[in-house]
């Protein structure tokens, strides 16, 4: 009897989780690896960020999402590196031999050049950046509590978003809807509601993506909040309290990056062509050339659409890209011939505002507004994973919608630094560096063959 | 116009919170001081540990509990020590004048002289605890899953638990039964049900606070769900994979420790008589000798109640002690006199062990078992704060009772670490020092007048 057919698959998100999911019937065996060890619901991470969800409601453990198909398992590892002849996976937990071999690592956040901007400027893709993001703009507010100079105070409410597309709009609209609302009540010495929320895009308009209509509205709708919204406006420098566009000085108490992402390092490992922002290049059945046996889906694939236009790095491309993968996988492991060419179907875009304001473009219909936003929301609970968690969103925005109330609002700290041990510093605050690195420390990881 | 009176209290925990409510119609100002954000509802920790409850369903910003009390302002900010005779309380953020001053600064975790053990044996006092802990152990299942080593495998599925009173009890029946239900369809090489978990207790039996019929019970509860009960066995070592009994060598994937706390650092800032513990010996009106207008609640507090006995350091004592003092400073404030001495009233005393197990002790009845479990539920979902929370939690208990699920079984990172940083280090997953250091490194905190 003949081993069956390997697969292994590299990512949890989207696209690998589909391309798992499709092979379930196949004779195969399915070796899923992630450095994570749960599926992350990027398009609600910006409601953690600001204090409406908790992670439990936007990520799940894969191995639960994928418990019940028998011919997957799990594992939990850091890529280093892909033997492409040898058809080998290396982690550091050891070897993974394929027959076929998915990508599907997604992106990261990209600083134009200037990776030095990271720590000032986190960005939003795991939950931990979400977390990350929270604990800065609450503590803002905190320190704006007891500030007595003014200047200090407002610099510190103060929060500048770089990056207009739907990520950069959606915090922007949920900084604006936080201060004026949920925190409002709870501050003496601040004005919540004079807190300002700036929104700076290079490009000429919002939503560069969408119709020239539903950016105009949507930079009038976050407007009317008290979003003040730059365009034209490109950021050449970021520090921890200020942005510079060019000559002119943005003092901030958080800057939130939303303006740049690179695929991740799958095409080091392969060694194969990439376009500009680091995207495998492939071909029409989303393998790469040259090597029919390994794919590329999702963030970290260039996939020709339209003439001059990849197909654009949102959740639902990833997730036909890995149906897509997961059905030509397991017919050629059925002995079955060939597949047509992937065909991207693009349902539409969707970029949520605030409180009742979203924009919404399918192919025959264009919304806005109150409409818009239920239906945004509607299709984002649709998409959760789990009865359980669609439940627990849906009870969370609706006791948010009627009481203006975010439940979230949780400074939690780095785990390396722990009270006693900034009481020991005094009154810095300064962790020492070794009592850092030191809790940070991982344990070794086991070797596997 | 006199200036109101000053009231600083120092914690925003049971007590602290008690004690200003008590204030809320007292001609009085009153600041509560506490280093972190929100208000940790600590009997329920051992829940975010066991992936069953999110952070903030057992945590709420102090100040959105407060919000609607007009004469409190709440600051968060580190106390570095008090002036007692100059009447300031000094912290990281200037120095706040008092005329009455409440401690309320609870307790943390003491390892008898060994502190060398804190990283390797984490206690349950914060959410970060709770999240650590967490992520030790689905990170042990996760490398078990990978170990090929019999012996590696067995002892990553090895947990001790160190403590036998509640917090130790509740934290092994928890991992037990997470480790046999919900853990269990996940892993394909691990067996979750074959893990195990050892509680180590000093002394000659579990819950010494409760009858001895009730200790027996909650062994044989313990026992009868796999978990193995070592009594009369003081831990002598503790390291990051084994626990040392003596000569007897325990190894783990991961411990937990629950076995002693001490007082917080109040009698240090007092320079006022301490106990064995550390707490601050207060007199009948739980002010500090000498120092009538400075009070000391709660776990940080040693307050004589039965010969030979002081009141435990329980929810419902420091909840007691704080109104008192919040009702005697009130009356102090509109010039009324003295008042009756303390006297703490002990409801019972509650533990849970598993699913459908638990002990409770109240003064003319006791429980075990199913009823009890029951009880312990309702009563803990009842002192939550805020309707929302208690429908989330009962939601969420009522779901996993359902399902045998938890929700909440994620692993994340701790801030200081980035998975590319974790890659450009190689395989080894250490962080640079520099690197965790300033990802730790809080903002410098402003100065208050």
Same mark, same amino acid.
């Given at each position: 009897m003949s081993r069956p057919t390997q697969v292994v698959i590299v990512g949890g998100g989207f696209g690998g989780l589909e391309a798992a999911k499709a092979l379930h019937d196949a004779p195969v065996e399915v070796t899923l690896i992630d450095r994570q060890n749960h599926h992350c619901?990027?398009?609600?991470?910006y409601q953690v960020a600001t204090a409406t969800l908790s992670p439990a409601d936007v990520a799940w453990p894969i191995r639960g999402i994928l418990?019940?198909?028998?011919n997957v398992r799990v594992v939990m590892a850091n890529v280093t590196g892909i033997d492409a002849d040898a058809r080998l996976v290396r982690t550091n937990s050891g070897d993974f031999p394929y027959d076929h071999l998915v990508l599907a690592t997604g992106a990261t956040h990209a600083y134009f050049g200037h990776d030095e901007w990271a720590p000032s400027a986190p960005g939003l893709k795991r939950i931990e950046d979400a977390t990350e993001i929270r604990r800065r703009i609450l503590t803002a507010f905190e320190r704006a509590e007891l500030a007595t100079d003014a200047a200090e105070r407002e610099r510190l409410t103060t929060f500048v978003v770089v990056g207009g597309g739907p990520t950069g709009v959606e915090m922007a609209g949920a900084i604006s809807d936080m201060a004026h609302e949920?925190?409002?009540?709870?501050?003496?010495?601040?004005?919540p509601a004079a807190s300002r929320v700036l929104l700076v895009e %290079? +490009?000429?308009?919002?939503? %560069? %993506?969408?119709?020239e209509a539903l950016s105009a509205y949507t930079r009038q709708a976050l407007e009317r909040r008290g979003v003040q919204v730059l365009l034209g406006a490109p950021v050449t420098r970021i520090a921890e309290d200020h942005v510079m566009l060019g000559e002119r000085r943005l003092p901030a108490g958080a800057v939130i990056w939303a303006a740049g992402v690179a695929a991740s390092a799958a095409a080091d490992w392969l060694g194969a062509e990439r376009d500009r922002a680091g995207r495998v290049i492939v071909g029409p059945d989303l393998s790469v050339p040259g090597r029919p046996e390994v794919f590329a889906i999702g963030d970290t694939a260039a996939v020709p659409w339209e003439p001059g236009r990849t197909v654009p790095g949102v959740a639902p491309a990833a997730k036909q890209m890995g149906a897509y993968v997961g059905r030509l996988i397991g017919d050629r492991a059925r002995g079955e011939a060939g597949s047509a060419p992937f065909r991207y179907r693009h349902a539409g875009d969707l970029a949520t505002i605030g409180r009742k304001a979203a924009v919404v473009r399918l192919r025959r219909l264009t919304l806005k507004g109150y409409a818009a936003w239920l239906f945004w929301g509607v299709v984002h609970v649709y998409f959760l994973i789990g009865l359980r968690n669609r439940i627990a969103v849906a009870f969370s925005w609706a006791w948010d919608y009627l009481?203006? +109330?975010?439940? %979230?609002r949780l400074i939690t700290?780095?785990?390396?630094?722990?009270p006693a041990e900034a009481e020991r510093e005094g009154s810095s605050g300064v962790p020492s560096a070794p009592a850092a690195a030191k809790a940070a420390q991982p344990d070794a990881a086991p070797v596997w063959r």
């Open positions: 619901f990027q398009p609600l991470l418990s019940r198909q028998k949920a925190l409002a009540p709870d501050f003496r010495n601040v004005e %290079a +490009g000429p308009r919002l939503l %560069a %993506a969408f119709p009481t203006f +109330g975010r439940r %979230a700290e780095p785990a390396g630094v722990r």
